[in-house]
């Protein structure tokens, strides 16, 4: 690729929350920054430190979205950029540079992260991507593009996970979930279904959330006791599937979902809700009918007797995960997506 582009793109969560939308951002910026375009971000100043590697401008996403400080702001680092390309991504910051409707945010593009109930803070940028087949369909908008999230290479030999799971005191298959412990993970299902389970097995779940206590106490509770551990967030998740017999996921909704990628990856056979890019790409029998305890309970018990053949008719999904989900991949399909953008709005600009 020979352009080169100034790019801005806008991330407006708060409080530093890290999850799947900031890093997606902290990806994609590092792939365009290796392939020589001047990348700017604006976003909350609790995101800095994640943001290392391109130009920061730091603009406090706690006021309203509404708020005419954060316009006046937004503004002038726009006409200080003069970005060829600004990218919004999630609804509140769609809905901010929506609102700013300034020829000095140069053409527009908004990333569709999680499902939501509307699309329509979107409407008003030039194109809109989104990050799997489910929200595609389900998108209106003209000028519309799905493009899965790329994961970078995990480096070898950085391998934290072993020394802990080198004791092998969990009872085999054991059974990995990640994610943040909130509602929408579902990990309240998943154990009332693994309690139901009459097969052997340990489940470990990964991350921290407001559920964690909640979660705890029904881990205490008879027939779940001894056969669960919550072990914290944990930066070497990959690391973690590698030495899983199982990743499964109970989520209500994704976007994406980050941990089915990279448990295709590593290797490790997964079971899935029908959310994020699970429907895409898995099997119909690696997936739940719904987010019930019934149909979780249903599909384990299904696959977790024979998980050679799950990961046999697995095969050609990681195939193609390890083809698709990939940096180099998705970093090529946001290129072609501002390529066009820009060619429409400069063809649109044009006079006739």
């Given at each position: 690729m020979t352009t080169r582009w100034r790019i801005v793109h806008l991330l407006a969560t708060r409080n530093g929350v890290w999850g799947g939308m900031e890093r997606h951002v902290a990806d994609l910026t590092r792939a365009q920054c290796d392939a020589g375009h001047d990348v700017h971000l604006i976003a909350d100043p609790s995101l800095q430190h994640h943001f290392p590697h391109l130009t920061?401008?730091?603009?406090?996403?706690?006021?309203?979205?509404?708020?005419?400080?954060?316009?006046?702001?937004?503004?002038?680092?726009?006409?200080?950029?003069?970005?060829?390309?600004?990218?919004a991504h999630g609804n509140k910051a769609a809905r901010i540079l929506s609102l700013q409707a300034s020829a000095l945010a140069g053409a527009t593009v908004g990333t569709l992260h999680g499902i939501k109930s509307s699309d329509a803070a979107f409407h008003k940028l030039n194109s809109l991507i989104t990050l799997s087949g489910f929200s595609y369909e389900r998108a209106n908008h003209p000028h519309k593009t799905m493009i899965y999230h790329g994961l970078p290479l995990r480096q070898a030999g950085n391998d934290q996970a072993a020394p802990a799971l080198a004791a092998n005191h969990w009872q085999r298959p054991w059974v990995l979930a990640v994610g943040r412990l909130e509602p929408v993970k579902g990990f309240d299902r998943l154990l009332e279904?693994?309690?139901?389970?009459?097969?052997?097995?340990?489940?470990?779940?990964?991350?921290?959330?407001?559920?964690?206590?909640?979660?705890?106490?029904?881990?205490?509770?008879?027939?779940?006791?001894?056969?669960?551990?919550?072990?914290?967030?944990?930066?070497?998740?990959?690391a973690w599937l590698q030495h899983a017999d199982l990743c499964v996921v109970s989520s209500l909704r994704e976007g994406f979902c980050y941990v089915l990628a990279e448990a295709l990856l590593e290797g490790c056979p997964v079971l899935s809700t029908a959310t994020g890019i699970a429907a895409d790409i898995l099997p119909a029998t690696s997936l739940a009918a719904d987010a019930s305890v019934e149909s979780l309970l249903q599909l384990l018990q299904t696959q977790l007797p024979d998980l050679a053949q799950l990961k046999q008719a697995q095969a050609d999904a990681r195939a193609y995960a390890r083809q698709?989900?990939?940096?180099?991949?998705?970093?090529h399909h946001t290129d072609d997506c501002y390529q066009a953008t820009l060619d429409r709005t400069r063809s649109h600009d044009r006079p006739h």
């Open positions: 920061f401008q730091a603009l406090s996403m706690g006021p309203s979205r509404y708020s005419p400080r954060l316009y006046l702001q937004l503004r002038q680092h726009l006409q200080a950029v003069r970005p060829h390309i600004t990218h279904a693994w309690a139901r389970l009459s097969a052997p097995g340990h489940l470990v779940i990964l991350g921290e959330g407001s559920q964690r206590f909640a979660l705890e106490q029904r881990c205490r509770q008879p027939d779940l006791a001894g056969r669960v551990t919550l072990a914290g967030y944990r930066e070497d998740a990959r698709t989900l990939t940096l180099t991949a998705m970093a």
